[in-house]
Nanobody, 122 residues
C-alpha cells in the first residue's frame, strides 16, 4: 500500500516557477515508477511526466518537455516536479501517482494523491 500527499501548488505569474513535492509512505515506494498528471476544469486528466524506480529514466508530455523536470529521492520517499516558464495553460490540479498499470502515460496508476492546485495568471 502506498499513500501520496502533494504540496507546493499555488498562484504564480506567467513565466514564473513552482516546485511540486509528493511525499510517499509505504515500504514498496522505491520499487514503483511514479508519475505526475494534471486536470484542468472541464478537461480529462492528462499525463505530465513520469520517472522510473531508480530515477534514471524520465518521460515527459510534449508541452512539459524542456520546461518541467521530474525527480525522486528514494531515501526520503519523495518525488518532485520542478516547473519553469509557466503559462496560463498550465493551470490545473496536479496529482502524483504510483505504480502504473497500463503504461507510464495512461491515467491508470494504482495509487493517487489528493492533488494540489496550480494557478498561473497572465
Amino acid at each position: 500500500q502506498v499513500q501520496l500527499v502533494e504540496s507546493g501548488g499555488g498562484l504564480v505569474q506567467a513565466g514564473g516557477s513552482l516546485r511540486l513535492s509528493c511525499a510517499a509512505s509505504g515500504r514498496t515506494f522505491s520499487t514503483f515508477p511514479m508519475g505526475w498528471f494534471r486536470q484542468a476544469p472541464g478537461k480529462e486528466r492528462e499525463f505530465v511526466a513520469a520517472i522510473d524506480w531508480s530515477g534514471g529514466r524520465t518521460y515527459y508530455e510534449g508541452a512539459a518537455e524542456g520546461r518541467f523536470t521530474i525527480s525522486r529521492d528514494n531515501t526520503k520517499t519523495m518525488i518532485y516536479l520542478q516547473m519553469n516558464s509557466l503559462n496560463p495553460e498550465d493551470t490545473a490540479v496536479y496529482y502524483c501517482a504510483a505504480d502504473p498499470q497500463a503504461g507510464w502515460g495512461a491515467p491508470s496508476y494504482g495509487y493517487w494523491g489528493q492533488g494540489t492546485q496550480v494557478t498561473v495568471s497572465s
